[in-house]
């Protein structure tokens, strides 16, 4: 789908932001720097977003990825700011973010591949 294809763009152009944002951070402190925190939050939030309007085909397509948990993470940097626990953030960003990349380009490569079909 087209739309689907726009998002997953968008989602992969705001991970490449994260990871590219992140590499500026203190090691001792990742999320010091409040801009660059603020950034990474408002990305991750919009990835949530783009998440959620995924068509459900795509989504149960690809059901090994945590769909829900995204958009819930989503949910709580948007309603629950001041609760966001920066470590929980970081170890997404190290750990979760590279992963949802490479499924993401693979996606991206998948739908290309059907539309040239």
């Known amino acids: 789908m087209r739309e689907d294809s726009l998002l997953l763009n968008d989602i992969l152009e705001n991970i490449d932001t994260i990871l590219e944002e992140s590499k500026s951070r203190s090691e001792d402190r990742p999320l010091q720097e409040r801009t660059i925190r603020d950034s990474i939050l408002y990305k991750l939030a919009i990835i949530g977003e783009a998440v959620n309007k995924l068509s459900p085909e795509l989504k149960a397509k690809h059901s090994e990825i945590?769909?829900?948990?995204?958009?819930e993470l989503r949910n709580t940097l948007m309603h629950e700011y001041f609760g966001v626990n920066d470590e929980r953030v970081w170890l997404i960003v190290e750990e979760e973010v590279p992963e949802l990349r490479e499924a993401i380009v693979k996606m991206i490569s998948e739908l290309e591949g059907e539309s040239d079909a």
């Open 66 to 71: 945590p769909w829900r948990t995204i958009t």
